[in-house]
């Protein structure tokens, strides 16, 4: 009996869409087989649509003997679930000897784990989507071109975010959701470190979202950024020790920062303090929070200061947007906290409507020298959805893991250990990929 290649994913979510549909693809291509795991098996079935060679399973992702009987049959493993929880994963492809590919950021759990992966001969690649992903990818790329040509680079700030397109860009927060709601109301939340001008920089989270600067990007209005996570830990891992700013950021539109500054002064994000909610109208339970937190003054003075204050007005203007006097819509919850309640919100107020599309925009800018001579390099790409389920977010997330398992399983990614892509052998063939794909970075020199 031949035992053919077989490609397990867990996790069937909205990043895994495009992801799912480039799997059904390559194994019809190499004669593959495929299994999408999920809680919702609904949804697996939708995507998965009977294709030949694919199969769909409804599985607690906790359940362990359903796990690992699932990872012993599997070549390679894609994890897409939650990041607290790829480390399950992770403990059964180490023990039944497959290889693992994700998405999420390396934790240090899985760090620990290292010495062992390399003596049993196995690959696993975390930092394998966008952002983290192909943000290192196309910058390691243009860091080593630049390096082999003698050239010191003093700078480097990275710019990527998950933006509404323009043509649909229609509501007062210039936003819609296009992947995990979760994640975007806990964006943000253990601050930001970075190198600027020599000086380590650190922002505590109440006030990472101040920032006045923009970003111009040709042919898209200026955006806005905020610092992402600790910059600092990649100084040495991009190997750039050489650098005095060394930056990675997350985009927005400016009104969507300024916005959400204010979600965060009226305690909208808090994840600790659990109200009994009771199916509350969204308006009842904004008053209920505002009295909690005594900003009952506070939300009076931004009434009054609308009617002469562009910003104030505008701010109005979103949680209005939100429900601030939504008196119909109930919360589906008899408990939760503020930014349960907050989540729910963007949910059901910022969705990404059926046929709109999302925009994923990434940009790298490069100071640096060869000799006595200066140079400015910037790298920009921008990627528009096809529509709301084949999202520019799923196609960015689930092409970079689609395409490397793909290169794993024909020999032409041969390395063993714990890495991110940050090597030649990594990024070189998944970038070709990636460009014939459509996803192609556009540099401009000075």
Not at 295 to 317: C, G, K, P, R, Y
Request: aromatic residues 8%; glycine residues 6%.
């Amino acid at each position: 009996m031949i035992n053919l290649p077989h490609i397990l994913v867990f996790g069937a979510g909205k990043s895994a869409t495009v992801l799912i549909h480039f799997l059904k693809r390559t194994i019809t291509q190499n004669n593959w087989l495929l299994t999408v795991a999920d809680s919702d098996l609904a949804t697996v079935t939708a995507k998965l649509d009977e294709h030949p060679g694919s199969t769909a399973v409804q599985i607690n992702i906790e359940d362990q003997e359903a796990r690992r009987s699932l990872v012993k049959t599997a070549s390679i493993v894609i994890s897409m679930m939650p990041p607290s929880l790829h480390y399950l994963i992770a403990e059964d492809c180490l023990e039944f000897g497959i290889n693992l590919l994700t998405a999420s950021y390396l934790d240090e759990k899985t760090k620990a784990l290292a010495d062992q992966v390399q003596a049993k001969g196995l690959l696993f690649m975390y930092e394998m989507g966008l952002d983290p992903g192909i943000d290192h990818m196309s910058a390691m790329q243009i860091i080593h071109q630049i390096q082999s040509k003698g050239g010191v680079i003093n700078s480097f700030r990275s710019h990527c975010g998950g933006l509404v397109a323009p043509e649909n860009d229609d509501n007062p927060w210039h936003y819609k959701i296009s992947w995990n709601p979760k994640n975007v109301v806990l964006a943000g939340s253990a601050g930001a470190r970075y190198l600027d001008n020599g000086e380590e920089i650190s922002i505590p989270y109440h006030s990472l979202f101040n920032n006045e600067e923009t970003l111009d990007i040709p042919g898209l209005y200026p955006l806005g950024f905020y610092p992402n996570r600790d910059s600092l830990n990649y100084i040495p891992i991009y190997g750039l020790e050489s650098a005095s700013s060394f930056v990675r950021t997350t985009l927005r539109y400016p009104e969507f920062l300024k916005g959400w500054a204010g979600i965060l002064h009226l305690g909208l994000t808090d994840n600790n303090h659990v109200y009994q909610i009771d199916h509350l109208s969204i308006a009842a339970f904004f008053k209920l929070h505002v009295e909690q937190l005594a900003l009952t003054n506070w939300m009076e003075a931004l009434v009054d200061q609308s009617s002469n204050d562009a910003i104030a007005a505008h701010f109005l203007e979103q949680l209005n947007w939100l429900g601030l006097n939504d008196k119909d819509t109930l919360l589906p919850m008899s408990q939760g906290t503020a930014a349960d309640v907050l989540q729910f919100l963007l949910e059901t107020k910022l969705p990404l409507l059926p046929g709109e599309k999302d925009m994923i925009v990434m940009q790298h800018e490069f100071e640096y020298q060869i000799g006595t001579v200066s140079h400015s390099l910037k790298s920009s790409l921008v990627c528009i959805g096809e529509n709301d389920q084949h999202t520019a977010m799923a196609k960015t997330v689930g092409l970079p893991l689609g395409i490397a398992a793909k290169l794993i399983l024909e020999n032409q990614i041969q390395l063993k250990g714990l890495y991110i892509p940050i090597l030649p052998q990594i990024y070189k063939p998944v970038l070709a990929a990636l460009k014939a794909e459509g996803i192609e970075f556009q540099e401009t020199h000075s």
